[in-house]
């Protein structure tokens, strides 16, 4: 099935937040944030921007009638900046006007004075400085220092990644009116309705009943907006309640850049211990993350990074520390994977650097020591399921592996100046968000009158298509034709309590929520039409079948069709509406002894990627990537392999070209979007085969059909393999860094041993 948005998606029709009509009166809202990454703050001079023509009002913190407070995990983080400021970005006023245009000009008009305090970037020197957030976490697995003595061969080494920014193309915004007795309504771009209801109801102190959020889509979150789309909701609302008008805050692409958290650049140090049979027998990392300058999602992130530090392998013994690092950036947050690429990428750098020292294809190591049915995990939980070893066989055997190689053996032969480089890169995901309580879903379905269905979920419409997966759900367990089904905006009136869209698992969660909805109304219908078919015995509802639109009979299709059916349960005053509540079942975990079983299951896949890198200029192309991944039973392989082809497009853009920049003193040199590079069409592979491998899916998975937003990503990783393996094709001799993106410029340096200069005399 196509996606529902389709058809007013390609007619310009679908409404992000700035296509709201705006109320009479609307006030528009600019952001005035701290050029400095740390010091004390004086109160800000507001006295020229308020008296701006068109300015009906500047706020900051003292104009707060709550709590000015909006972390999400630990309560460390204000709205706005009071007395300190921690980053550059960090909003400090808002400015209210009557135009956006004369919002922004008031907004540079006011003035601050800051005494410089100390500034930390680098995660290391945070730690050192024991400005940690959160203890760090150790997960361990059989016995580590023994193991080592066990080891023919043992290496250490150091890998980095970079941060990542979402760019949704939607920004960050909101608008937010009052409603009667002092209600107020938001509309918002956000991943996390719940968090900004309940963070509204904080800061405004007001109950959580007066604040309604609705969001109706995304144009994008990726993350960005799991909890930092609260912060400009919040201060819509907070515009709207002061001055009694209605306010809209959508960021300006350059000011979203700048203020907003990314994916957390990791620095972290390994160890791996081999047999001499290339048997993985230990494994030891420490993980310094870039957390920025408060808590937001880190201490979740961590955990992840923790969860996925051994990647697709079974390794026997394993003591992975992982650490969140305070440092003066903006707060760093959950992006498409949430710390598990992180964690993969240090794994994956461990065994390259084994494979090099041992003159091997890593590919060898890595097949060797992939996990099996009944590997335990050092969290506890044990593989169910598994299908490593099928998809990683299944690439080799669909890419013609071993033809491949010969073709770039060959390449490389002919070639001096172009050199290509192969990487296979294997992934294994969790599904469920680590916080065990985050695991629960509602839906609300109404059947109306004329046989037509609305359907309410938790669940956020962001592009990744959980809109249509609902209906698709809410269409089969009616046996309605889809066209019936309506997918309401996301509402915290409808659906409370709900978490964020986020962690892969929302058309899981949601989808089981609409699925018990519709199976009490169909079982309710059945027990009318039993009895509108002459059957009063109680247990006659059970010869009575749906099937496409029709009421079937002991198997013979009968008069009664899905309207009639539905009118005359009105009629007969049947309760057609349905609440259903969802929380995945058996899972469980201990942060005392770091054992548990927390995920209902593992999605995995293995990609071999191909890549060109051009040794002269240090440009590279990705030739191709293959992919053999485990959908499970797909629900809508249209959908799903765009899932697949976004999300390994966002991990190669991660590996290779986009590189976040911050100066020493913290401040975003990569500040827009020619010098931040995202793929584009011409980065793009030349070939993307993902081929669905047939599986029975988990029975935890809606419809059988497996989580897919984030685990692609990860194969983004492959990218950056194949392009060190085409570099070490030109410069065997040459001992290359472990670091995150391989950026054109990186390749460079990596091939020659003195920069090359236009002047020079080399
Ligand atoms: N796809 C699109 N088009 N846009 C997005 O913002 N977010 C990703 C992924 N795919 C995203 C996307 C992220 S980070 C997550 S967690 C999942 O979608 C969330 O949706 P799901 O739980 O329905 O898979
Ligand atoms: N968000 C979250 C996530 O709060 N918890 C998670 O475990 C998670 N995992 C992936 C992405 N977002
Ligand atoms: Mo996705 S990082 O779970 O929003």
């Keep these: 099935m196509k996606n529902i948005d389709i058809t007013s998606h390609v007619r310009g029709e679908s409404v ?77 006023a808002l400015v209210l006007a009557e ?36 203890k760090p976490r150790t997960f361990s697995l059989g016995n580590i220092d023994q193991a080592w003595e066990t080891c023919d061969h043992v290496f250490e080494g150091v890998a980095e990644s970079g941060g990542q920014e979402h760019l949704y193309i939607e920004t960050q915004g909101s608008y937010a009116y009052r409603t009667e007795n002092g209600g107020i309504r938001i509309f918002s771009s956000n991943q996390s309705p719940t968090v900004v209801q309940k963070t509204v109801a904080r800061v405004l102190d007001v109950p959580m009943h007066k604040v309604e959020v609705d969001v109706r889509r995304l144009g994008g979150g ?39 958290g990314k994916r957390h650049p990791y620095s972290s140090d390994f160890k791996i211990g081999l047999t001499e049979d290339l048997e993985i027998v ?105 299908q490593a070893v099928n998809c990683w066989t299944e690439v080799e055997e669909r890419c013609d592996i071993d033809a491949l190689r010969e073709e770039v053996a060959t390449f490389n032969a002919d070639n001096r100046l172009f050199k290509k480089g ?74 409370a309590n709900t978490s964020p869209t986020a962690a892969s698992a929302s058309a899981d969660m949601n989808g089981k929520a609409v699925e018990k909805a519709g199976l009490a109304l169909s079982g309710r219908l059945k027990r009318f039409a039993a009895k509108e078919l002459g059957h009063p015995e109680s247990g006659a509802s059970a010869w009575i079948e749906i099937r496409n639109e029709q009421v079937y009979d002991r198997g013979v299709k009968t008069d009664l069709a899905w309207n009639d059916l539905v009118m005359g349960a009105y009629l007969a005053r049947v309760d057609l ?63 799903d392999r765009g899932q697949a082809e976004g999300g390994i497009l966002q991990g190669i853009g991660w590996m290779t070209m986009e590189e976040l920049r911050y100066s020493e003193e913290g401040r975003l040199l990569s500040n827009t979007l020619s010098t931040y590079k995202i793929p584009d069409i011409s980065s793009t592979p030349r070939e993307m085969n993902i081929h669905f491998l047939e599986t029975a899916g988990s029975p935890l998975a809606i419809l059988k059909s497996k989580a897919i937003g984030e685990p692609p990503l990860m194969y983004g990783i492959g990218a950056y393999f194949a392009i060190r393996n085409a570099i070490r094709a030109a410069r065997q001799d040459k001992a290359l860094p472990l670091s995150a993106p391989i950026t054109p410029e990186r390749v460079l340096l990596s091939l020659y041993d003195t920069p090359q200069r236009a002047t020079g005399s080399e």
């Design 16 to 92: 992000y937040v700035d296509d709201i009509p705006v109320r009479t009166g609307t006030l528009y809202g600019a952001v005035f944030d701290s050029p400095m990454p740390h010091g004390v703050l004086r109160d800000p001079d507001v006295s020229d921007a308020g008296q701006m023509a068109g300015v009906i009002r500047v706020v900051t913190a003292k104009d707060i009638p709550g709590e000015n407070q909006i972390g999400i995990v630990v309560d460390d983080e204000p709205l706005f900046a009071e007395k300190v400021v921690h980053y550059v970005g960090q909003p400090i």
């Design 99 to 134: 135009s956006e245009s004369r919002a922004m000009a008031a907004a540079r008009k006011i003035r601050v004075d800051i005494d410089p305090l100390p500034v930390i970037i680098d995660p290391r020197e945070a730690s050192k400085k024991g400005a940690l957030i959160g």
């Design 222 to 260: 990726f993350g960005g907006k799991e909890s930092q789309g609260t912060v400009w909701a919040v201060m819509a609302a907070l515009g709207a309640y002061i001055t009694k008008r209605a306010v809209k805050l959508v960021l300006h692409r350059l000011d979203d850049l700048r203020m907003t």
């Design 282 to 386: 230990a494994y030891e990392v420490s993980f310094y993350q870039n957390a920025g300058a408060f808590t937001d999602l880190s201490p979740a992130v961590l955990e992840r990074t923790l969860f996925h530090a051994t990647g697709s392998y079974f390794v026997p013994n394993v003591r992975a520390t992982a650490a969140g690092c305070r440092t003066n950036l903006p707060p760093n947050t959950a992006m498409r994977g949430f710390g598990g690429p992180q964690g993969m990428f240090v794994m994956e750098a461990a065994i390259a650097k084994a494979a090099e020292a041992l003159g091997v294809d890593a590919s060898t190591i890595q097949k060797k020591n992939l996990l099996r049915e009944g590997d335990a995990f050092p969290y506890g939980q044990k593989t169910e399921r598994c």
């Design 422 to 495: 192969i990487a296979f890169m294997p992934v294994c995901f969790g599904i469920s968000f680590t916080k065990i309580h985050m695991n629960q879903a509602g839906a609300l379905v109404h059947i109306y009158q004329d046989g037509s269905v609305g359907v309410s979920t938790g669940a956020t419409e962001m592009g990744q298509g959980v809109n249509t997966k609902m209906a698709q759900v809410a269409a089969q367990v009616l046996s309605v034709s889809p066209d019936r089904i309506k997918i309401e905006t996301t509402n915290t009136t409808r659906v």
């Design 577 to 639: 509406t349905e609440h259903a509540y969802y929380a995945t079942p058996g899972i469980h975990f201990d942060t005392d002894t770091e054992k548990g079983c927390p995920f209902a299951y593992h999605v995995y896949g293995t990609a071999v990627t191909v890549a060109t890198v051009d040794c002269l200029r240090g440009t590279y192309e990705i030739d191709a990537v293959h992919v053999v991944h485990d959908f499970g039973k797909s629900m809508n392989p249209l959908i």
